[in-house]
């Protein structure tokens, strides 16, 4: 069931204790959309309510069900509230992925020494490869939109001020650790087409595929250098077939907009 949440008024929240199935608070142009694909592959019967993606901060409406207000959240039966990408990820798949096709079991290890191949070694590396896009990704791009949407936003006359400004923070550091992270995720994809040498995608390319598209979509990340030259070619590639799956296409038309360009949004 979908339902679509226009502000001012919202259609009502349910209460978390009154819920059958997973029900996801789903704001548009967002990391929720990690959330509504991995549902969609998973095959959940879930409940979705979309809220605009409006300029300002998230609706005040999410803060019915948790005091932070963001988005996703996931109204579980039984009344918990689950919110966090990260968090989210790991409850889906551990709950409804029975067949492993998407994550790995992990039985508890007898030795700190890990062997590539080690379930709970791919479970460590599967948290750093996350960490690089909700830590190291996200906190440098959602810097970079700071500055960006304040320098279009802001009196004509202090323009100039804040694009000096902006530039000089992408010159400083923005650009050497957003492009130091995609370096990272480059070597570590590997020769593979998922991550961790997947036969499926799993939860590191669920996840990371919306903070690399959110570094690329505004132009902060460029697929081909100035020269005409291919960067980040297994990336890119890795894109395209993320973005071919049927569950991807499905969670694209029910999550009612996916346009991470805000910038131009904003008018750039």
Same mark, same amino acid.
């Given at each position: 069931?979908? =339902?679509?949440?226009?502000?001012? $008024? /919202?259609?009502?929240?349910?209460?978390?204790?009154?819920?059958?199935?997973?029900?996801?608070?789903?704001?548009?142009?967002?990391?929720? +959309?990690?959330?509504?694909?991995?549902?969609?592959?998973?095959?959940?019967?879930?409940?979705?309510?979309?809220?605009? *993606? %409006?300029?300002?901060?998230?609706?005040?409406?999410?803060?019915?069900?948790?005091? +932070?207000?963001?988005?996703?959240?996931?109204? %579980?039966?039984?009344?918990?509230? %689950?919110?966090?990408?990260?968090?989210? $990820?790991?409850?889906?798949? *551990? $709950?409804?992925?029975?067949?492993?096709? #998407?994550? @790995?079991?992990?039985?508890?290890?007898?030795? !700190?020494?890990?062997?590539?191949?080690?379930?709970?070694?791919?479970?460590?590396? &599967?948290?750093?490869?996350? /960490?690089?896009?909700?830590? @190291?990704?996200?906190?440098?791009?959602?810097?970079?939109?700071?500055?960006?949407?304040?320098?279009?936003?802001?009196? #004509?006359?202090?323009?100039?001020?804040?694009? =000096?400004?902006?530039?000089?923070?992408?010159?400083?550091?923005? @650009?050497?650790?957003?492009?130091? !992270?995609?370096?990272?995720?480059?070597? &570590?994809?590997?020769?593979?087409?998922?991550?961790?040498?997947?036969?499926?995608?799993?939860?590191?390319?669920?996840?990371?595929?919306?903070?690399?598209?959110?570094?690329?979509?505004?132009?902060?990340?460029?697929?081909?250098?100035?020269?005409?030259?291919?960067?980040?070619?297994?990336?890119?590639?890795?894109?395209?077939? /993320?973005?071919?799956?049927?569950?991807?296409? *499905?969670?694209?038309?029910?999550?009612?907009?996916?346009?991470? @360009?805000?910038?131009?949004?904003?008018?750039?």
């Amino acid at each position: 069931m979908l =339902t679509l949440a226009a502000n001012p $008024t /919202c259609p009502p929240i349910p209460d978390p204790a009154s819920v059958t199935k997973p029900t996801l608070l789903h704001l548009q142009h967002s990391s929720s +959309q990690i959330i509504l694909w991995l549902l969609e592959e998973l095959k959940v019967d879930y409940e979705v309510i979309i809220f605009p *993606r %409006l300029e300002g901060p998230a609706p005040p409406e999410l803060k019915a069900t948790h005091p +932070q207000g963001k988005s996703p959240q996931l109204l %579980l039966p039984g009344g918990r509230v %689950l919110t966090q990408v990260s968090a989210i $990820t790991m409850y889906l798949l *551990r $709950t409804y992925d029975k067949d492993y096709t #998407f994550h @790995d079991s992990f039985p508890p290890s007898s030795t !700190a020494h890990f062997t590539d191949k080690d379930p709970n070694w791919i479970s460590i590396k &599967e948290e750093q490869l996350v /960490c690089i896009g909700i830590s @190291d990704i996200a906190t440098k791009v959602g810097m970079a939109l700071l500055w960006h949407g304040i320098s279009l936003k802001s009196p #004509f006359f202090m323009r100039p001020i804040f694009n =000096t400004t902006r530039k000089y923070l992408h010159k400083l550091f923005l @650009d050497a650790d957003i492009s130091a !992270a995609f370096e990272t995720l480059e070597m &570590e994809l590997g020769e593979g087409e998922w991550f961790l040498g997947r036969k499926q995608p799993g939860r590191v390319d669920f996840v990371v595929h919306y903070f690399v598209d959110i570094a690329v979509r505004p132009g902060y990340v460029k697929f081909t250098g100035e020269n005409g030259e291919e960067r980040y070619p297994k990336l890119k590639a890795w894109m395209s077939r /993320c973005e071919a799956r049927e569950a991807w296409k *499905r969670s694209l038309e029910k999550g009612g907009g996916y346009d991470l @360009d805000f910038p131009k949004r904003w008018g750039a």
